[in-house]
Each structure stands twice: as C-alpha cells, then as structure tokens.
C-alpha cells in the first residue's frame, strides 16, 4: 500500500489483514484522503480509480471526472488578463478568481459515487468498516503538520472569504501552528460520511445531502442543480491501452494527462533509450523534446471529444509518433520556446504539428488557439495511491480538489468542492473552452501496466500539469533502464511542461552545461531543498517483480509513505 500520509497507508494495510481486496483499501484512503487532504483533494473530487482485476485478467477503470453544471457556459467568467487575437500565448486570468474561487468554480463531483461503485464491484468488507477511519479522523480531527501550515498560510485570503471554511480549516481564523495538539476537526462532514456508509451515497447525490448541497451552492450564487447532482455517472470501461516497449500502458479515456504521456511514450519508444544511458546527455535531450513536441499539441488541440473534434487517434498513431521522431535532431533543440516569462507561469505553445491527417475522423480544422488558466501557486491539488493484495488485484487511483482548498466555500454538510472550473479554458473558442455538461482536460495521469497479460505497475503521482512527466520518466527507468520501484522514484527528473525545462540540481553538471549547449532553455531546481515544491510532482508507485516480490516507490523529499507485510 502506498499513499501521501502513513495514517492512510496504514489503515489500507489493515484492510488488507482483515481480508478486504486492494478495492477495500484504496477505496479507504480514497475516503481518508478526501478528509485529511483539504489543501489536495476533498470529497467533492474528481479523478479516476484503475483495477486490474486478475479474476479476469482485465482493467477495469471507473472514471469519475469533474462535468460543467448543465447551466454552464463558455462566456461565464469575466477575463480580466488575455487576449484571444494573440492565438499563440493566451493566458486567461479570471475576475475575483470565480474559476477557483467561490460556488460557480465547482463542477459536478464524483469521488463518492466512484468509490461507493468500485467497492460495490470488488469489495470483500462493508462499506460501513471501509469507511471508518475516514468518519474516525473527521470526528476527532488530523493533525497540522508543517504543509498544511504552510499551505493554509498561503491560501488564507482565499479561505477568508468563507466564514465556514475559515472556522473548519484554521485556528481561530489564524494559520495553525504545526502542533500536534492542534487537531482539523470536521464533524459536519463525518455526519455526512456516516450517512454515505448507510445509503451508499444516495443521499449525496439524490438525496437530503444533495438537498443541502445545492441550497448552499444557490445562497452563494451558483449554479449547480440538483439535477446536475442526481444526472452525474460514473464511466465504467476497460480504459484505453497502447503498448511501450511491449508493455502494457492501460490509462483511463476521458481527457487527461494520459493522452499527453501516451503521445511521449509513443515518440520515446522509437529511440534506444536504454543505449543512451539513464539521464545521459543524449537521453534527456529526447526526452525534451519528446515532452515538448507533446505539449505543444496538449496545449492546442485538447478537449472533450464528446463536445469538440479532438484528434486523440491522430495524436497517438504509430504514423504520427514517426513524424514527431523524426523532428528530434541529435545536438540540437528544435522545438522553439515562445516569448519571455516566468518560469514558473502556465503558458501555451505554437501548435507545431498536424495530427489530422492520421486521424480517421480528419482532416478537419476548427478554429482553435492554446490556452490553458493561470495556477495559483504554490498549490497543486491532488492526491495518489496504489494498492495491491495477495491474488493480484492491483490499484492505481488519482484524485483532487483541482486546486489548494478546492473551490474554497464549505456547505452546511462539510463537503468541500472540487474547482474543476478552473480547468476550462476561461473564453470562448479554444477546444477546452467552457460548455454545460463538458469534461475539462485535467492533468491527472494514474496507469497501470502489464506485462505478458499480468500486473506490473500500478503509479501515479500529485503535482499539477508536472505528473504527466513523472509517470513517463519513472515508467522509462523501470521499462528501458531496469530500475527497481523505490530508485525509479526518487532519481533526478526533468519537467518540460512549460516554457522552460526545469532540472533536478541532482543531474550531472556536465549533462546540463551541453543541454544548454544544444539551445534547451532550462531552469535548475533543488528538489531536495523544497520540501512543498511541486516541481517534478510528488509520485507513489507499486511493481509485481517476476518472483512475485511487491516493491513500493514514493516521493524520496515529501510526505509520502509505503507499508506492506
């Protein structure tokens, strides 16, 4: 079991002990997560929950992402930083920060009915005893660690604009002191979860919780609906599958950081990485540009397929793969960086490419241009964690608020809400632009993958745009450099999902010095010294070695824990 705190890892564990499936205890930390990671995720979340079930040898993935209210639409958020006639570097920064920040940032939630439908299908124990400790920590409270500190310093102006939200997640209106006597009590929410266990979260979504819900959303200007509530689904598929080096990469369908990590797997996979040697020269300058080339495309042509004609064949088409290898010349970066900014800024990138053509529903060409809304940083919020059992059954699930302390207003019930709004292109025209119903292209990246037909990795990690380039890197190390779980984790990594390429201070100084040679703009960052940094996300990972051993990976600088027996 491994997850973001050991309290949660620990508490999978025992439902493993007790003879629950690893759907028991993801499906315990999923819950536990949600109320003791308020700065990350909540129970209002979004995300995705993989299984590989070995009774049949399939995937199955419930896929729960954030949907627009009905009511939503794309001119809904008054922009008061962008300009759409600039198509190459739009940036969109929203009045009062509406996206993030208040009732109409909140999209439709599905974390309890993706849990509550995962455990239904694979669950050994009750629901009631599932979901106990997460009730248990809500009523007597989590401790305020230092990131918590931190992060509730950072977003205070936020929360104070909510006067339940200040009085639940602060001392008093004031940061917390990282103080083991100080407890983040949440009663409201415990009677809540109590009810989920009873009813299965009918009352969440049908229900008087919904009830509630929807009033509190409506007195703060709103416009969810009970409808929308009592409409949401749960997508349940086999999840989408290429292969990487003869591995199996299952990754889920709706829009995602899958899409952009498949496209890198996809472009990697026609070079000798393994010849090159781990994080040579040679190996992180294709993988730059590899990254890059796939951002690039991201940034301009993804949206919701079900809304927009979005070329997600195309983009990962064996065809299209050879086009992108093909562009990557040995000592040399060619993929322009646009513009001037600050490194740590979200930006969009000239599309470079053409993925129609190897599209069966193209060519096509709609009006388009990149965007992607500013973050708010230091936050990024998300959590991740993997769980396997003794017949195999192996898990993968990411989750999140969509940013620090979600959409920040706290209803009568103590549900925090997710800030899926925040993920839509804030104006109309772009492929990700705002529409009722619609799915945003979030960052979230959980995979599993086989080999021959049987469990291997099950990964995945927090941290914003920046898990796409975790999950592939770490995937890399154990496929092409035949690193166990734990060093595949923790060795130096790079991030090229913004204008310029950040680098762990760990990687080879003469390594950076010819990058730069080669024209890479690089940026160089002290993981080790940034204990909150998000820079290169936060990973949690587990692998069924051939003998069968499982072996655990985390994040080496962050709270993140691994048990097993």
Known sequence: MAATRRVQAEAGLACLREGG???????????????????????????????YDPTTGRPVIFEFPPRAPAAATADMFEVVDGDTRKMSLTVFAVKDDENSCGERAAAVPGLVAALVAAHKRFGRLPLSRVMDPA?????????????????????????????????????????????PNMKIKQRALADTLRQIARDGGESFYRGEIAESMIADITRGGGIMTRDDLANYRVNVTEGLTRKYRGVDIVVPTAPGGHWTELQILNTLGKFDLSA??????EALHTLIEASRNAFADRYYHLG??????????????????????????????TIETPGNAEPWSHFAFEAVNDPWPFDSSGPLAPKRFASVAPAHSPGSGTTHFCAVDADRMMVSCTHTAAHAFGAKFLPETGVLFNAGMNWFTAAPGAANSIAGGKRPVVNMDPALALRDGKPYLALGAPGGRHIIGAVVQILSNVIDFGLSMQPACSVARTDSSSRVTRVDDRIDGAVVEALAAMGHRLEMVSEEANSTGYEFAHPTAIEICDDGTVRCGVDAFRKMEAVGW
């Open 21 to 51: 499936s690893a759907v028991d205890a993801a499906v315990c930390v999923g819950f536990m997560a949600a109320v003791m990671e308020p700065m990350e995720t909540c129970m209002g979340a979004a995300g995705f929950f993989l299984v």
């Open 135 to 179: 009730i248990a920590i809500a009523d007597d409270g989590f401790d305020a660690d230092y990131y918590y500190c931190w992060m509730t310093a950072a977003y205070l102006p936020y929360l104070q604009r909510h006067p339940r939200s200040l009085a639940t997640f602060t001392d008093n209106g004031r940061v917390p002191a990282a103080d």
């Open 276 to 281: 090159m040697g781990h994080n040579s020269t």
């Open 304 to 333: 919701d397929p079900d809304f927009e004609p979005v070329p997600v064949e195309g983009l990962l088409s064996d065809a299209y793969a050879n086009q992108a290898a093909g562009r990557i010349v040995a000592g040399r970066a």
